[in-house]
């Protein structure tokens, strides 16, 4: 089981996450001050951060520093909407990621699985007789080697560390092509078609596995 330590001075936000949260399998360990966390660090270890930056006595960002000097665990800032400064700032100081406040479920499960993973990823990666190699972003099909683009292996790295999970067009801009990216929902299309076809021409069934969930977006069919 994971452990995540929320820190928000907002007790009912903090009742909010857990409710998101403890469902799904996770241990959620509250803290109404970044101070509180700090000391709670001290002595106990977690395995990500839900960190908000507007807090008194000690912001998010300042706390985000403080943890950075001593532990490299994962941390996600809640910031306010649209505050692009604060963002770039938490970015600056060693957070993994960010989630605007009001936040989707979805969005906010997927960003700490999406964390959660680059933190303990697995350096290779198999599937069917595909062979994926995170370090040197390699792909292979059997003996063959494909040449994917940098999006398309981090597309397919993506799926197959979620196997079955449907995703939406707009969760894989997010999760794939960074933040606050200004891309349309086509150009996920023609990325999943061009992997597609590669991964046909390489002789793997892609329309077997990669497939299209119609008015949604796409998932990866299979066992792990």
């Known amino acids: 089981m994971k452990t995540i330590l929320l820190?928000?001075?907002e007790p009912m936000m903090l009742d909010l996450l857990s409710?998101?949260?403890?469902?799904l399998?996770?241990?959620?360990?509250?803290k109404e001050s970044a101070i509180d966390a700090l000391n709670f660090l001290e002595s106990n270890t977690v395995d990500l951060i839900l960190l908000d930056i507007m807090m008194p006595d000690m912001s998010g960002l300042e706390a985000c520093q403080e943890i950075r000097k001593n532990c490299d665990i994962p941390i996600i800032m809640l910031t306010a909407l649209g505050d692009k400064t604060d963002i770039v700032r938490g970015l600056n100081l060693g957070a993994?990621?960010?989630i605007s406040k009001p936040f989707d479920e979805e969005e906010l499960v997927a960003r700490i699985e999406a964390v959660l993973r680059r933190s303990?990823?697995?350096?290779?990666?198999?599937?069917?007789?595909?062979?994926?190699?995170q370090d040197s972003h390699q792909l292979?099909?059997?003996?063959?080697e494909l040449s994917l683009t940098p999006k398309e292996f981090g597309l397919l790295s993506l799926f197959l560390s979620n196997l079955n999970r449907?995703?939406?067009?707009?969760?894989?801009?997010?999760?794939?092509?960074?933040?606050?990216?200004?891309?349309?929902?086509?150009?996920?299309?023609?990325?999943?078609?061009?992997?597609r076809d590669k991964l046909r021409k390489a002789g793997f069934p892609a329309d077997e596995y990669l497939q299209t969930v119609w008015g949604v977006?796409?998932?990866?069919?299979?066992?792990a």
């Open 25 to 30: 399998g996770y241990h959620c360990i509250k």
């Open 217 to 223: 977006g796409y998932k990866w069919k299979g066992q």
């Open 166 to 195: 449907v995703f939406s067009r707009e969760l894989l801009i997010e999760l794939v092509w960074g933040y606050n990216v200004s891309t349309e929902d086509r150009t996920i299309d023609s990325h999943v078609r061009n992997l």
């Open 96 to 98: 993994d990621d960010y």
């Open 7 to 9: 820190v928000d001075d």
């Open 120 to 133: 303990t990823q697995e350096p290779e990666r198999t599937f069917k007789g595909l062979t994926l190699i």
């Open 19 to 23: 409710l998101y949260l403890s469902p």
């Open 140 to 144: 292979f099909y059997k003996d063959h």
